[in-house]
């Protein structure tokens, strides 16, 4: 072979090694990522199916990946925002629940509340010191 043989033999290999990548990253299907098809208030009942409100924080990010739930906490991990959903058939869900946690630790409420609603002062209810949904109404009279 001559050195102009040689040399569109080097290119043609070197294309045909970037063809053979392009197309493996194109056969290779990405994560669909989608709006959630639940309304808010069943994205929050679905979370707490998996982590339930008085599970400790140390808990609650290995519980919710375990079930494909990704996200993140705040700088002091007072709240951990829940992002995507990995479901089956390779789709994500976008979800928009975010998790309160006390001063112990304890998951108290969601926000928006199981009944999708925002309330900007989450609070355990005062009658059985139980921990409630974000926008659960309070009497000042208890």
Known sequence: MDQRQESWASWLTICLVLLAVAAGCQLTPAPVTVSCPLPVNQQVTAVLEVVPLGTPRD????????????GSFNDNRSIYYCDLWAREGGHRWHINVALLFDEDGTLYATRPDSQGQLNP??????????PATASEPRSLYD
């Open 59 to 70: 808990e609650v990010a290995a519980k919710l990946k375990a079930a494909g739930v990704l």
């Open 121 to 130: 002062t989450p609070q355990t209810t005062a009658k059985d010191n139980q």
